[in-house]
């Protein structure tokens, strides 16, 4: 904390905002002590890099942070990541579908799985737990259907997502910020993203104030869906190929990037720009971790404890606050 | 009385929070065998205070003495082994689990390392009679009405040997009858020697139960006076000004007919209810606590479902079980729960403000949120709100501003027809007024309003009519002139059988 004022000791503004958000306080102390610590760190083209690595968890986690601000969950992002580039790898490969049509429906893909969630939830009233554990079951075992377990090539044109524009900067940094904006004025700006918060805060007081619980859910679990489908995109473009059990686990890692970002799981709060500091503070770790040389068993181990301890700080210093 | 042996003694009490001064010397004692009443608005500091004698708060300065030795409570279990005990308000019981387990909960009787069912039971049931309740101890608690949540509530404080029973507005959510049985029960309590904290907003009650009352304002205890004391002088102690009115009805000529409900009828809740609610009237309806009252305010609403009947707003049918309906038509609802159903507490007053108008401020799905942050402040401003800035958490108001924005949203929305479900409950007398005199210039406006309260005084000083429901059925219509607590009273204990819908 110390270094971080030091090193932003002009800023006045800089400071009110990292005293506001404490996991962008927390990322600014990890990225000064990496730099520190390994030369290789503070360049241009690991930063970039870092920003690669993050894209993909911080898109799925700005869909997420949707779902855990009306007090849900949604576990199966990751499942509808691999199936939405399954279909779209698919689709134009085997079916020979123009590839701004197999984008277009694999985007449709993650939006009908996202609808059967929420229609599941809203309507079916099952816990959000349940019914996205289902469809995780559900979309991942239909992409290992549709590929029938192995490897399908992504077209071209949509492969240079995984690109970069003028050799430097990468498409899929791009892409998640554009997702980022898209997410920041959704929840700001937008009559659902202001009925989400209402939802997730007293879910009864919303209904009372004439606040269409069930279709706002609707929309939210569909962007979710969409949001996810982005993320797969994104991921097999990087890799050139949709692969079945691609990005299995990375609905975790959306989570904790949202819980680290200052969302609470129990709805009402968390913003887009929290849930972005929240991807980039994994992203980081994972990346200076390597840079050090720290081997992959031990990643795991810190990576648990700083969760614990981004979440705890925050914790600590709002209950200070009051 | 005045020889009885003194408990607990608190001396020149302090605690502030950040930026509020909650108590700024307090000074209470309490003897055996006494009822002692707490009195004060909202905001006086009688929570922050029994807050600090159960061990969920540390004071800043000044000093807490049980048996004249000075203590220090930290935690709960060390008012425990003190042999303090606080019922409060929202009570700590675990819905799902018996009322044996309950009374015994973390120190059940163990066999063999497993929980003795029986002997637990056996315990339950002698503690049960102490309180001279009778209920199966294999009952879940969720099935229980809160009256006698309340009992298993004293229960447990009294097997844990409590000789100081601090009772957070205990009655606030009872019926007159039950308000009688626990009377009954604390003057019993007091016979034994236990001494009792009690904290009341009806005033009527400190004569009838109490025998001392500290008055706290703004943080500090202003005076202490026997339980005798005139109602207007307790008033002015506790506003520190004397209110000449507490009910200013203003009442108008009545215009056309906003609301009709013809027959409204739902299986095991209500039946047959017809009723019209007319431009500038205030319609109190009135009943005891289970009546149906709440559900059909809530159906009407279009919060639940109905089975029959119909809901007319200005002669036009509403869809049944719609509130988007509802409201459209000019309904709006203040529902009975607060904190549960009508605030987001997690979310500041601006927020809460504008949520009944968030549709219609939203262009193309966008919100014109600077153009709602305004309405909302002019709101605020209108309804007297006191805050620090629209963006406080509505959490952290007290219960009448509370209140008073749950009511301005629907301002916001300029409700015709405004569903008001006890919205005085828990609210101090300075506010209680306040409101009033909102529901005068509602009315005064051409708006109409429909009160739910089980506050007799507030049905008969603010209605012009008075409805009265019993067991699910309305059993008759008064006058503003010709009810009374008792009229009022004998229709609302009246049979099913002989129950005719007028």
């Keep these: 904390m110390l270094v971080s004022t030091n090193v932003l000791t002009s800023r006045s503004a800089a400071r009110s905002l990292l005293a506001e958000n404490g996991s962008l306080a927390a990322l600014v102390v990890l990225v000064v002590a990496l730099s520190l610590m390994s030369g290789d760190f503070l360049t241009v083209t690991n930063l970039l890099n870092v920003g690669v690595q993050a894209a993909v968890t911080a898109i799925l986690a700005f869909g997420s942070t949707f779902v855990i601000i009306t007090g849900g969950i949604d576990l199966s992002v990751g499942a509808v990541a691999a199936l939405s580039a399954m279909v779209l790898a698919w689709t134009a490969a085997d079916t020979g579908l123009p590839w701004p049509l197999a984008t277009l429906v694999a985007l449709a893909v993650g939006v009908v799985c996202g609808l059967v969630n929420a229609v599941l939830i809203a309507y079916g009233k099952l816990p959000p737990f349940i019914a996205t554990l289902a469809m995780l079951g559900v979309a991942r075992g239909l992409a290992l259907v549709v590929s029938q377990g192995s490897p399908i090539e992504m077209p071209e044109e949509v492969s240079r997502l995984g690109d970069t524009i003028g050799g430097y900067l990468p498409v899929p940094v791009l892409v998640m910020a554009v997702m980022g904006v898209i997410a920041a004025v959704v929840l700001n700006r937008t009559y659902t993203g202001r009925a989400m918060y209402a939802i997730g805060g007293n879910e009864e007081a919303a209904r009372l104030s004439g606040i269409a619980v069930g279709k706002q859910k609707l929309i939210t679990y569909a962007l979710s869906g969409v949001f996810a489908a982005v993320a797969g995109i994104v991921l097999a473009s990087r890799l050139a190929s949709a692969q079945p059990q691609a990005a299995a686990g990375y609905e975790l890692d959306a989570i904790a990037a949202v819980v680290i970002g200052g969302a609470s799981l129990s709805g009402g709060k968390g913003r887009a720009l929290g849930t972005l500091v929240g991807a980039l503070i994994l992203a980081v770790l994972r990346n200076g971790l390597n840079l050090l040389s720290v081997s992959a068993f031990w990643q795991q181990v810190v990576i648990g404890v700083v969760i614990a301890l981004a979440v705890l700080l925050d914790t600590l210093r709002r209950r200070g606050g009051r | ?502």
């Design chain 2, 1 to 502: 009385m005045s020889q009885a042996r003194e408990i607990l003694r608190v001396e020149k009490l302090g605690k502030r929070f950040p930026g509020v001064v909650a108590l700024d010397g307090v000074d209470f004692d309490l003897r055996e065998g006494e009822v002692h009443v707490l009195l004060g608005e909202n905001g006086a500091g009688k929570s922050t205070l029994i807050k600090m004698l159960s061990g969920a708060y540390q004071p800043d300065s000044g000093s807490v003495l049980v048996d004249g030795e000075p203590v220090e409570i930290r935690t709960a279990a060390d008012a425990q082994r003190l042999g303090i005990a606080t019922i409060y308000q929202e009570f700590n019981l675990v819905p799902e689990l018996t009322v044996g387990e309950n009374l015994v909960l973390g120190r059940p009787p163990r066999r063999f390392g497993l929980v003795d069912t029986r002997r637990m039971h056996e315990q339950a049931r002698g503690m049960l009679d102490r309180v001279g309740v009778t209920v199966d101890p294999r009952t879940r608690v969720a099935e229980l009405g809160i009256a006698q949540m309340q009992m298993l509530e004293i229960a447990k404080a009294l097997a844990l040997n409590a000789r100081v029973l601090i009772m957070d507005e205990p009655t606030a959510v009872l019926t007159t009858t039950e308000v009688e049985r626990l009377f009954g029960l604390v003057r019993q309590l007091r016979e034994r020697g236990v001494a009792i904290v009690f904290i009341t907003h009806h005033l009527e009650e400190i004569a009838q139960l109490g025998d001392r009352v500290t008055v706290l304002r703004d943080g500090r205890s202003v005076e202490q006076v026997p339980a005798d004391t005139p109602e207007e002088e307790l008033i002015r102690l506790m506003v520190g000004r004397p209110i000449d009115q507490q009910f200013p009805r203003q009442a108008q000529r009545a215009g056309e007919p906003l609301l009709r409900v013809e027959g409204l009828t739902r299986a095991g809740a209500f039946a047959d209810v017809s009723f019209e609610v007319r431009a500038g009237e205030v319609v109190g309806v009135a009943g005891l606590v289970g009546a149906g009252r709440t559900e059909v305010a809530r159906a009407v609403f279009g919060a639940d479902p109905y089975d029959s009947g119909e809901v007319l707003v200005r002669g036009r049918r509403l869809p049944g079980g719609d509130v988007r309906a509802a409201m459209e038509a000019g309904l709006g609802l203040v529902p009975e729960d607060r904190k549960g159903q009508g605030l987001v507490l997690g979310a500041d007053i601006a927020e809460n403000l504008g949520l009944v108008t968030l549709r219609h401020a939203t262009r193309a799905g966008f919100v014109d949120r600077a153009g709602q942050r305004e309405s909302a402040g002019r709101v605020a401003e209108q309804l007297g709100v006191r805050m620090s800035h629209l963006g406080q958490e509505v959490r952290t108001l007290s219960g009448g501003n509370q209140q008073k924005i749950v009511i301005g949203k629907w301002l916001l929305a300029d409700a015709h027809v405004l569903i008001l479900d006890e919205p005085t409950r828990g609210i101090d007398v300075g506010a209680k007024v306040e409101i009033y005199q909102l529901i005068n210039s509602l009315t005064a406006s051409g708006h109409a309003v429909l009160m739910i309260s089980s506050d007799l005084p507030e049905i008969l000083g603010m209605s012009d009519r008075v409805l009265v429901m019993a067991r699910g059925r309305l059993v008759g219509e008064l006058k503003a002139a010709e009810a009374t607590q008792d009229s009022v009273m004998a229709l609302a204990v009246t049979e099913v059988e002989d129950a005719r819908v007028h």
